[in-house]
């Protein structure tokens, strides 16, 4: 039995008639039309209403009612967005990330939006790079790009530069910057173990070969890749005691509080280190093999129109209008992140100018989290366990491997 | 079965007890049982919420998969550990609390408010704040161990199985004791005064007053105070997932942990279910044993 | 009662461990609160900043003034408060029920109620969310408070049944034999003698609906949001706002901490104030 059917079958039966009926006049273009929008924002202090103030300025027939939506780790927000959509009462249209996409469109919860962005003015401020990333496995485009983030090596430079070394940029390099800034209590990599920090481990696993594709794991590039990951802790304890257990916020607060050398993240962190450490601390790209492009991960964040939505057309005028020029470049001030419009690349001041150019250095490199079902779990779930397994010691490198081919391959 | 005492005057009444019970069971039903059994339906079945076009009838396949599943019962046995020390640890350190309380002194209403202290404060936060003081960077745990000389070097406390489990459980503690402190106070408040008089002109010590009045008095209110707790400790999740997410490894995963990722972060809500059945299954048998030896008591 | 020891016996038997465990209890909230009036710069400080030089109190005005905390604060208030009554008046003729009647299914309708709280609400949390759609009570107070009652009466019905139980059974007999009516026995001798045990049952569910999450998260929209969801909002991707969280922290406690405060004198027995000899 189809679980949707049931749902509403055993629902309507159980409780008599819902109170919602479907309304019988044909929806009159002359009303005003309401756009739900989901959306969440890590400052609570910040709020989309000059924006929407702006938008419903230009477009009087339409009137945006945003809902903020606690993040909650990221599982809070995808919980509600899932049972919004089940119990048929989505929004709109919603932030959402690629690495929910592949679940959605399961669910049939998501518009292609290929014919409406074919006319609209602001596609070609976009470059296709970004494009590209956001595209579905079925070709279709059905996330607006809004903002990005690309991982990058946040370092000592004065550290560096005491030990006479230069910024790394191979495996090797980063070893050995490594282990000259470990001393006493101080460790040269603070490395993430915990949840989300796939985007350190990649660099150095899938940046040496490893693909999500069958066997892509457990090839032997791959399976170096990983000891190499793996010794940086056990063997040449250049990470802290914590590394297992650190998230995001831990391997900032190491940072700032001087305790770590170097770090892998984003722009997002950019302005609290240079609080903190003012010219110490500088970026560059992540480290690559010796003869090989690299991989960094791509943080994305785009607006999706949702199938079950009403208002279609306006809802599209809305995200696309986030998406554009200056509209971009403000939301982008209220969330931290990057813009994805060239023309507000190119005049961004938000963060300062060596973290923006490591971004801008760093997307060639950058890639996403393939787009299957699986994905979500891996990030949230089967990668941190696997890893903290094998950065303790109770499984073999090649065993947490192993685990991760078999979750996405059988 | 009717005992010659029973208090309940003839037939005419018969139909009060149920009367007084209807608007509870309305409440309570109307609300829960259709997602229940939803719950139950889903645990027969293949379901990946991001599949909902393909949900095959498996009859017990999914508890044929969970016996065989070692996470599963590397998280049962967790539980186990889990529930004995934190209801026990919380159970006596609620006691000795709500045995001092009941006593006179000065500062008696002002030491009773600031004790519901950590019982008043939601999961997230008191994750959050143990979280952040057992930082093995900035965490003032290590710090004053540091200052006082206890250990020489920064602990990463949630980053090691062992001492992420015990450091949980301390958190849960400090969370939990005050319920049993409060229950088991009103509790001690219900005992006449004359018992004690009467123990008093006996010559009793205050060690005998405990063991032969007090105790027994409250004897049920503390049965009753650990089995809630006990349902509540084994169900409960909030804080594990916001201080290290079962981690690291699966050193911190207990039972409703595990089902709640199979089912929110795989969504294999299926799967998910019946691990959660199997949970309350369990529970039942603990319940079943409680129920039937305290009936015994109850129906004289 | 009276108290035979040396004020030095006291000090050690009395005093100071309960010095003990009230600081134990206090330590990490007056933590958080300290961290609460630091300026971020303090916060992420190493080593540990124990006194800060500068107190600030902008965290608590960018939390009351530039987010919805404190209108979440008083939904809360309604909620929980709204779940303990509906909880309370539910539950207490239930435990009556079963404290002083025999009946059939008596055994089978105590276990049923705890089985429904054995079930973790997680699982069940998408089915609810569909039912409370359906009936239109999503994004509203009545919804909420359904919800929290449902979880909180199992348990209610419990404490007050074994309350009920320790008040002697002669009571009611008593006042039958005077002509009293059982809802006469329930309101004028069993209701004072157990209001230790109601105040009880009342903080718990009063608690236990302040600090639900998972409910709250799933039923309210943008209209009853509480203040445990709200926290989640500062809990964002990339940063925690300490400041605001710590703040809001200290703040979510005292509702409840002053609530017992005032209901402090009911926990005195009603036994022990001759409400027997009426």
């Known amino acids: 039995m189809k679980r949707r059917h049931f749902i509403q079958t055993a629902g309507a039966a159980a409780l008599g008639a819902p109170l919602i009926t479907a309304p019988m006049i044909p929806s009159a273009r002359a009303q005003t039309a309401t756009v739900r929008w989901w959306y969440h924002f890590d400052n609570p202090q910040n709020t989309p209403n000059e924006l929407i103030a702006q938008f419903e300025k230009d477009n009087p027939g339409i009137k945006i009612q945003a809902e903020s939506i606690p993040w909650g780790g990221g599982g809070d927000y995808y919980t509600r967005l899932f049972a919004a959509i089940v119990a048929k009462n989505a929004p709109d249209c919603a932030m959402v990330k690629l690495s929910s996409q592949a679940q959605l469109l399961e669910m049939d919860a998501l518009e292609p939006i290929d014919g409406l962005?074919?006319?609209?003015?602001?596609?070609?401020?976009?470059?296709?790079?970004?494009?590209?990333?956001?595209?579905?496995?079925?070709?279709?485009?059905?996330?607006?790009?809004?903002?990005?983030?690309?991982?990058?090596?946040?370092?000592?430079?004065?550290?560096?530069?005491?030990?006479?070394?230069?910024?790394?940029?191979?495996?090797?390099?980063?070893?050995?910057?490594?282990?000259?800034?470990?001393?006493?209590?101080?460790?040269?990599?603070?490395?993430?173990?915990?949840?989300?920090?796939?985007?350190?481990?990649?660099?150095?696993?899938?940046?040496?070969?490893?693909?999500?594709?069958?066997?892509?794991?457990?090839?032997?590039?791959?399976?170096?890749?990983?000891?190499?990951?793996?010794?940086?802790?056990?063997?040449?304890?250049?990470?802290?005691?914590?590394?297992?257990?650190?998230?995001?916020?831990?391997?900032?607060?190491?940072?700032?509080?001087?305790?770590?050398?170097?770090?892998?993240?984003?722009?997002?962190?950019?302005?609290?280190?240079?609080?903190?450490?003012?010219?110490?601390?500088?970026?560059?790209?992540?480290?690559?093999?010796?003869?090989?492009?690299?991989?960094?991960?791509?943080?994305?964040?785009?607006?999706?129109?949702?199938?079950?939505?009403?208002?279609?057309?306006?809802?599209?005028?809305?995200?696309?209008?986030?998406?554009?020029?200056?509209?971009?470049?403000?939301?982008?001030?209220?969330?931290?992140?990057?813009?994805?419009t060239t023309s507000g690349a190119t005049s961004w001041t938000l963060h300062p100018k060596r973290f923006v150019d490591a971004s801008a250095a760093s997307l060639p490199l950058a890639g996403v989290l393939p787009d299957s079902p699986k994905t979500a779990d891996f990030a949230r779930t089967v990668w941190p366990t696997s890893m903290q397994r094998a950065l303790l010691g109770q499984v073999t490198p090649d065993d947490m491997m192993k685990t991760i081919e078999a979750h996405y391959n059988g | 079965m009717t005992a010659a005492s029973d208090t309940a005057p003839a037939p005419r009444l018969v139909l009060t007890p149920y009367l007084f019970l209807l608007p509870a069971m309305l409440v309570t039903l109307a609300v829960v049982l259709w997602p229940v059994a939803e719950t139950v339906w889903m645990s027969l079945h293949n379901f990946i919420l991001f599949k909902p076009r393909n949900v095959p009838f498996i009859g017990l396949g999914n508890f044929w998969r969970l016996l065989h599943d070692e996470v599963f019962w590397l998280s049962?046995?967790?539980?186990?550990?889990?529930?004995?020390?934190?209801?026990?640890?919380?159970?006596?350190?609620?006691?000795?609390?709500?045995?001092?309380?009941?006593?006179?002194?000065?500062?008696?209403?002002?030491?009773?408010?600031?004790?519901?202290?950590?019982?008043?404060?939601?999961?997230?936060?008191?994750?959050?704040?143990?979280?952040?003081?057992?930082?093995?960077?900035?965490?003032?745990?290590?710090?004053?161990?540091?200052?006082?000389?206890?250990?020489?070097?920064?602990?990463?406390?949630?980053?090691?199985?062992?001492?992420?489990?015990?450091?949980?459980?301390?958190?849960?503690?400090?969370?939990?004791?005050?319920?049993?402190?409060?229950?088991?106070?009103?509790?001690?408040?219900?005992?006449?005064?004359?018992?004690?008089?009467?123990?008093?002109?006996?010559?009793?010590?205050?060690?005998?007053?405990?063991?032969?009045?007090?105790?027994?008095?409250?004897?049920?209110?503390?049965?009753?105070?650990?089995?809630?707790?006990?349902?509540?400790?084994?169900?409960?999740?909030?804080?594990?997932?916001?201080?290290?997410?079962?981690?690291?490894?699966?050193?911190?995963?207990?039972?409703?942990?595990?089902?709640?990722?199979?089912?929110?972060?795989?969504?294999?809500?299926?799967?998910?279910?019946?691990?959660?059945?199997?949970?309350?299954?369990?529970?039942?048998?603990?319940?079943?044993i409680y129920v039937r030896r305290a009936a015994r008591e109850l129906d004289q | 009662m009276r108290d035979s020891r040396s004020p030095l016996q006291r000090l050690f038997e009395l005093h100071l461990p309960l010095l003990l465990i009230v600081l134990f209890a206090l330590g990490p909230y007056v933590w958080m609160m300290m961290t609460s009036i630091k300026t971020n710069a303090d916060i992420g400080a190493w080593p540990v900043r124990y006194w800060p030089d500068v107190f600030t109190t902008e965290h608590y005005h960018a939390l009351l003034e530039r987010t919805s905390f404190g209108g979440n604060l008083l939904n809360s208030l309604i909620i929980a408060t709204g779940a303990c009554l509906l909880g309370l008046g539910v539950s207490l003729p239930a435990a009556y029920a079963f404290s002083r009647y025999r009946f059939r299914g008596r055994r089978l309708l105590m276990t049923q109620f705890l089985v429904i709280n054995m079930f973790p609400i997680v699982l069940i949390i998408i089915p609810l969310f569909v039912l409370m759609r359906n009936i239109g009570l999503l994004d509203t107070f009545i919804g909420i408070i359904l919800g929290h009652s449902t979880f909180a009466v199992p348990f209610s019905i419990w404490m007050l049944t074994s309350y009920i139980n320790a008040i002697p059974k002669d009571l009611d007999e008593a006042a039958r034999i005077d002509g009293a009516?059982?809802?006469?026995?329930?309101?004028?001798?069993?209701?004072?003698?157990?209001?230790?045990?109601?105040?009880?049952?009342?903080?718990?569910?009063?608690?236990?609906?302040?600090?639900?999450?998972?409910?709250?998260?799933?039923?309210?929209?943008?209209?009853?949001?509480?203040?445990?969801?709200?926290?989640?909002?500062?809990?964002?991707?990339?940063?925690?706002?300490?400041?605001?969280?710590?703040?809001?922290?200290?703040?979510?406690?005292?509702?409840?901490?002053?609530?017992f405060l005032l209901v402090q004198k009911r926990l005195v027995s009603g036994l022990t104030s001759g409400a027997v000899k009426s």
């Open chain 1, 117 to 340: 962005i074919k006319n609209w003015a602001g596609k070609a401020d976009i470059s296709d790079n970004i494009w590209n990333v956001n595209k579905a496995q079925d070709g279709k485009q059905y996330y607006m790009p809004l903002q990005y983030v690309v991982l990058y090596l946040y370092y000592r430079a004065d550290w560096l530069q005491a030990a006479g070394l230069q910024p790394p940029k191979t495996y090797e390099e980063f070893l050995a910057a490594a282990k000259a800034m470990t001393r006493g209590d101080v460790s040269g990599f603070g490395m993430r173990g915990g949840g989300g920090g796939h985007d350190n481990w990649a660099p150095f696993v899938v940046g040496n070969g490893a693909t999500f594709a069958k066997g892509g794991m457990v090839s032997e590039q791959a399976l170096a890749g990983n000891r190499f990951y793996v010794s940086l802790a056990r063997d040449h304890k250049v990470t802290p005691a914590s590394a297992a257990s650190d998230g995001f916020r831990q391997i900032v607060d190491g940072f700032k509080a001087e305790r770590t050398g170097m770090i892998i993240h984003h722009i997002g962190s950019a302005n609290e280190l240079v609080t903190a450490l003012g010219d110490k601390v500088s970026a560059v790209p992540v480290p690559r093999p010796a003869n090989g492009k690299g991989w960094t991960m791509f943080g994305d964040e785009s607006n999706a129109l949702l199938s079950g939505s009403k208002n279609k057309d306006a809802a599209f005028k809305w995200i696309s209008f986030l998406s554009s020029g200056a509209n971009n470049v403000a939301f982008n001030k209220l969330t931290g992140q990057l813009p994805v």
């Open chain 2, 76 to 288: 049962l046995g967790h539980s186990l550990v889990w529930i004995s020390l934190v209801v026990g640890l919380q159970f006596l350190l609620g006691l000795v609390t709500a045995l001092l309380l009941n006593q006179t002194f000065w500062w008696r209403s002002l030491a009773r408010s600031l004790v519901i202290i950590p019982w008043a404060l939601p999961s997230v936060i008191i994750g959050l704040t143990w979280t952040w003081m057992y930082d093995f960077n900035v965490g003032v745990l290590n710090d004053v161990l540091i200052r006082f000389g206890l250990i020489d070097k920064p602990v990463a406390w949630l980053a090691q199985p062992d001492s992420a489990f015990i450091s949980i459980v301390v958190a849960l503690i400090w969370q939990g004791f005050p319920f049993f402190a409060v229950t088991i106070l009103a509790g001690l408040q219900t005992i006449s005064a004359e018992l004690y008089e009467a123990a008093d002109m006996d010559g009793a010590t205050r060690f005998q007053r405990l063991r032969f009045i007090t105790l027994p008095a409250i004897a049920d209110v503390i049965a009753t105070a650990l089995l809630l707790r006990t349902i509540w400790v084994a169900n409960s999740l909030d804080v594990i997932l916001v201080m290290t997410g079962g981690g690291p490894g699966y050193s911190t995963y207990t039972l409703p942990l595990y089902a709640f990722l199979k089912a929110y972060s795989g969504m294999e809500f299926g799967y998910g279910s019946a691990l959660a059945i199997m949970l309350t299954l369990l529970l039942l048998l603990v319940v079943f």
């Open chain 3, 181 to 259: 009516t059982t809802l006469e026995v329930l309101r004028l001798i069993i209701l004072p003698v157990v209001m230790p045990g109601l105040v009880t049952t009342g903080i718990y569910i009063f608690v236990t609906s302040w600090n639900e999450y998972l409910f709250a998260m799933m039923l309210s929209g943008q209209n009853v949001r509480t203040v445990t969801v709200a926290l989640q909002l500062f809990i964002g991707e990339f940063s925690v706002q300490w400041g605001l969280l710590t703040a809001a922290g200290t703040l979510i406690a005292l509702p409840v901490t002053l609530l």
